[in-house]
């Protein structure tokens, strides 16, 4: 099957072509479409693993190396800001050079600085090697699906995205039973030793494998300010939301940073038009489809990543689970993100993203609802259901939201648009981590006073109230030592009761936002470029 040539419908509207070279021909392994996608799925699964098997040992590594709070709360916010702030770039950088030269960078410098961090010896190293996690995990997850793009026919990049999409959403959900398996049983040091054989695994599959594309129209030039502005529009947001449960919503610092991210993407955005080589043509944003295919993946974020977020505190410090427990619970979710992704993949290539998009965010918002209602002494049996429903759901919007938005691009900027992808979902991972946090703890605060008064406990100092809430926010029951056992348990009963509550809510504003995501979904469509890399090796 040869390249095809097809305009760009969303870049600057000049008529360039945006074919791949036809320097670039498979051979043999070299360049095969399936093997690329194995080659591109291990390394795409060391970063979607440490997004969540690190929160299983930071406990161990505060006890170790006798860190702060805050300490810790940095070895996964470090992570999380340098993988946010630098991911469109990456993928710029990956259309510029080369997304092979650009993935097999990723891998390397995450496997090393993986091993880095499990040979530290004090918090700030931690961090640091943290933060250098992030700038490669940067690199690597937009060239993969740049790979994708390139190395798919059209008739098969759904599914190719799907069981992309399948390994990321295992990876993801995974990580917890992995994590709780290797500090229980190892050390906390081994949660990142274990990305070294699979980074090594990952470089040599892709020198072997992996074929270099490139755009004839690939960009010549950095847009340096433009870089610059971004970066730190993107950071100023992400720290408001990071440190906006802190703050306060209503503090000055948080509306500060918040101002001066808008401030910066509206400059970002006056300097775009201006540049002949823009980071991100605003042409890309033409595409009613690609926009809404970005704003859908934020939606799913906030609701996904947000209500999930509670989850983990329900199971272990509502139900009393251990931390594989707990994870082993989350399996019918894992499962049929496992099983509906490349499921979701071969539906959308029949119909189009539009329906299965949309019913995805239907089933969603049903989940999140039903998450709603779970008790204090709710069954492994319904709590199995609602997990297994919001799997089903999730899988066709991870696949086809990431479709429509690298499909809806020009080949030559294939790397930005899986920035694009990425962005959106840590971005939306963080606001509803952050807003639906702000919920709970509204709710906790409105609650627990009376909670604690109704149920004849002695009356709490300001202070107290204060600490028992931010307590009862995770789940734990405020009960100091010695305290009665018959006082005892009615804390616990008091601090579940209530938790629940605000953990509902929550719950109910995902379901809501899922809701929204719908109408959303109704304005995607298939993407209009994905003819443009394909054909270029085996099918």
Not at 159 to 177: C, D, N
Request: hydrophobic share 55%.
């Amino acid at each position: 099957m040869t390249s095809q040539t097809t305009l760009d419908k969303t870049g600057p509207g000049d008529g360039r072509p945006a074919a791949p070279s036809d320097g670039a021909r498979a051979s043999g392994l070299r360049g095969h479409p399936w093997f690329t996608l194995i080659t591109v799925a291990v390394g795409v699964m060391m970063v979607a693993l440490d997004g969540t098997i690190v929160a299983i040992a930071n406990p161990a590594i505060k006890d170790d190396l006798g860190a702060t709070f805050a300490d810790v709360q940095w070895i996964t916010n470090g992570y999380f800001l340098a993988l946010a702030v630098c991911l469109i770039t990456a993928g710029k950088l990956g259309d510029r050079f080369g997304h092979r030269q650009t993935f097999l960078i990723g891998v390397v410098g995450f496997a090393a600085a993986s091993g880095a961090i499990g040979l530290s010896h004090s918090v700030a190293a931690v961090v640091t090697f943290r933060v250098f996690q992030g700038l490669f995990g940067a690199l690597l997850m937009p060239a993969a699906l740049g790979l994708l793009r390139a190395t798919f026919p059209a008739e098969k990049l759904n599914m190719a995205i799907g069981i992309w999409g399948m390994v990321i959403g295992a990876s993801t959900a995974g990580g917890p039973i992995l994590g709780g398996v290797l500090v229980e049983h190892v050390n906390w040091q081994s949660v990142f030793f274990i990305n070294v054989p699979v980074g090594i695994l990952a470089l040599v599959l892709g020198v072997l494998i992996l074929l270099d594309h490139r755009a004839e129209n690939a960009p010549r030039s950095f847009d340096v300010l433009g870089i610059a502005l971004l970066s730190a529009a993107t950071f100023c947001l992400v720290w408001a939301l990071i440190k906006a449960p802190t703050w306060g919503w209503g503090a000055g610092q948080t509306w500060t940073f918040i101002a001066a991210s808008v401030l910066g993407f509206a400059l970002f955005a006056f300097w775009e038009t201006k540049v002949k080589e823009p980071l991100v043509p605003l042409g890309l944003f033409r595409s009613v489809a690609l926009s809404a295919g970005v704003v859908l993946m934020v939606l799913m974020a906030i609701a996904f990543m947000g209500g999930l977020f509670f989850v983990t505190f329900y199971l272990q410090n509502v139900h009393g689970m251990s931390p594989i427990d707990a994870g082993l619970h989350l399996l019918p979710l894992t499962g049929m993100m496992i099983v509906g992704s490349p499921l979701a993949g071969v539906m959308i290539t029949k119909l189009g993203p539009r329906i299965p998009l949309a019913g995805g965010m239907a089933a969603t918002a049903i989940a999140m609802y039903g998450m709603s209602t779970l008790e204090t002494d709710t069954g492994s049996a319904v709590m199995s259901l609602w997990f297994a429903l919001l799997g089903l759901g999730l899988a066709p919007v991870m696949v086809g939201a990431t479709e429509v938005i690298v499909g809806n691009a020009p080949l030559e900027l294939s790397g930005v648009a899986g920035g694009l992808q990425q962005a959106a979902m840590q971005i939306g991972g963080s606001l509803g981590t952050a807003v639906l946090g702000a919920v709970m703890a509204s709710k906790v605060d409105s609650d627990l006073p009376g909670n604690w008064k109704d149920a004849g406990l002695p009356p709490l100092t300001a202070v107290q109230e204060a600490q028992a809430s931010e307590a009862v926010q995770g789940g734990v029951p405020p009960i100091a030592p010695g305290t009665p056992d018959a006082i005892a348990a009615k804390i616990t009963d008091v601090a579940h009761d209530t938790f629940i509550s605000g953990m509902s809510l929550a719950s109910l504003v995902a379901a809501g936002v899922a809701a929204v995501a719908i109408f959303v979904a109704l304005l995607t469509k298939r993407g209009v470029n994905a003819e443009a890399g394909a054909g270029v090796g085996h099918v």
